[in-house]
């Protein structure tokens, strides 16, 4: 997950306020603190500099040590130096102070997946993707769909990604993983429809197809008997990654080979 470097607002306070108008903005001067040390955290957590990330979510926890944002980053900084047990317990207490902390949720939800918890994870998941205001819902369903993957409830990746297609028309991943998945489920019309989608998407923002994009039009090609467009899809593979497994594999299908 990547994290982004929030700059410090630089507070500054007149010495004419009145006594109410100051308890009113010290508060809110406290908030906007307490998000920025947490961001600094996180970005640094992002850069590996462990050290000062600690230093600001000790300030952000000086100033409420009951923040649930601040107990999650910790959690995360935990899991990066392998303090798997610490980590746990950060995360625990940042959703047991706020159940609402979508974000948090996603940082647990992660933690358990690189666990190999895959049922935790997917369970955490699918609760974070309920908060319809939350702005990463796209990779909220596309990590379900990872789990359910690893769990081979292929029913359920299948929703996901559908769900990631809706929040995102042109994501890549999910277009590219719902197709193979519909393949591997023999679901080869509506593979082909998803496929049309990701070759529409290349062509129009003058992208290059991968070696996965390739690999499936050849697969789709063959289904459906279609040997021109198996030349040619092999012709690109041999073209763009001439070294590649799969242009080995499939080479001896070019019509003038």
Do not use: W
Request: glycine share 4%; aromatic share 10%.
């Amino acid at each position: 997950m990547k994290f982004y470097l929030i700059g410090i607002l630089v507070l500054s306070l007149t010495a004419c306020v009145t006594t109410t108008d100051s308890a009113f903005t010290r508060k809110a001067d406290e908030g906007k603190a307490l998000d920025n040390y947490v961001q600094l955290g996180l970005a640094y957590i992002q850069r590996n500099d462990f050290e000062k990330a600690r230093l600001n979510l000790d300030r952000a926890l000086d100033i409420n040590s009951d923040s649930s944002e601040a107990y999650a980053a910790l959690g995360l900084l935990y899991q990066q130096e392998a303090e798997n047990e610490l980590a746990e317990e950060s995360f625990k207490k940042a959703l047991d102070l706020d159940a609402k902390n979508t974000r948090g949720r996603t940082f647990y939800a992660a933690f358990m997946y690189r666990s190999q918890r895959y049922e935790e994870a997917l369970e955490q998941f699918q609760i974070a993707g309920q908060n319809t205001d939350y702005n990463g819902r796209a990779s909220i369903f596309l990590n379900i769909a990872q789990c359910a993957l690893k769990l081979e409830r292929y029913d359920v990746a299948i929703k996901a990604y559908e769900k990631v297609i809706a929040l995102d028309r042109g994501h890549p991943q999910a277009l590219i993983g719902i197709t193979q998945l519909l393949i591997h489920e023999e679901q080869y019309l509506k593979a082909q429809q998803y496929y049309n989608r990701i070759v529409n998407i290349i062509r129009s923002s003058s992208m290059t197809h991968s070696v996965r994009s390739l690999s499936l039009g050849i697969e789709l090609a063959q289904h459906f008997n279609n040997d021109s467009l198996i030349s040619s899809y092999v012709l690109l593979l041999k073209q763009l990654y001439p070294d590649s497994r799969e242009y080995q594999q499939y080479r001896t299908l070019l019509t003038n080979e």
